[in-house]
């Protein structure tokens, strides 16, 4: 436990390698795959699910749901302004408010709850789909609450988390 506990102060750590293979995926050039509604840029994903299925071959289906993870949280982030950034981690992509520190902490945090539940649930915690996990961090309540509300039969589901850097 302490060894555990003591992984999630280590110092901050870059961002893993970008895959050598990079397949340019922008959901801005891909047709309503992004639309802005209610006041932010919101991925369609059966544009997005249909449009991967047409153009990408199956080896290269996981590059490119990573891809389109990045892309539209780059473009929320753009919307929402500093003090946002994305920030990765080999399982996440995590767009944030906090401080570069912060968000690595966070990270590191998800990448052992991670590593814990599949130690304790083996094969039954078997990574289903394809490309990172996403989490929305946002600064303040309000935003958090303004970006979920448009998705009204899964708010009861999502609960927002106290920040603190």
Not at 14 to 27: E, F, N, R, T, Y
């Amino acid at each position: 436990m302490l060894r555990f506990l003591s992984s999630l102060f280590k110092p901050e750590a870059p961002s893993p390698p970008v895959p050598a293979k990079q397949l340019g995926i922008d959901l801005r050039a891909m047709d309503q795959a992004l639309v802005k509604q209610e006041g932010y840029p919101r991925p369609q994903w059966d544009v997005i699910r249909a449009w991967i299925k047409a153009n990408v071959a199956s080896d290269d289906v996981p590059i490119a749901w990573n891809e389109v993870g990045l892309s539209w949280l780059l473009n929320l982030k753009t919307h929402l302004g500093s003090p946002y950034s994305v920030l990765q981690s080999p399982n996440f992509w995590l767009l944030t408010a906090r401080s570069q520190a912060g968000g690595f902490t966070l990270l590191r945090t998800s990448e052992a709850a991670v590593q814990e539940l599949t130690n304790w649930l083996g094969p039954i915690a078997q990574k289903r789909g394809h490309g990172k996990h996403v989490i929305l961090d946002f600064e303040t309540t309000d935003h958090y609450y303004r970006y979920i509300g448009y998705f009204p039969h899964q708010v009861s589901r999502c609960r927002p988390v106290a920040a603190s850097s």
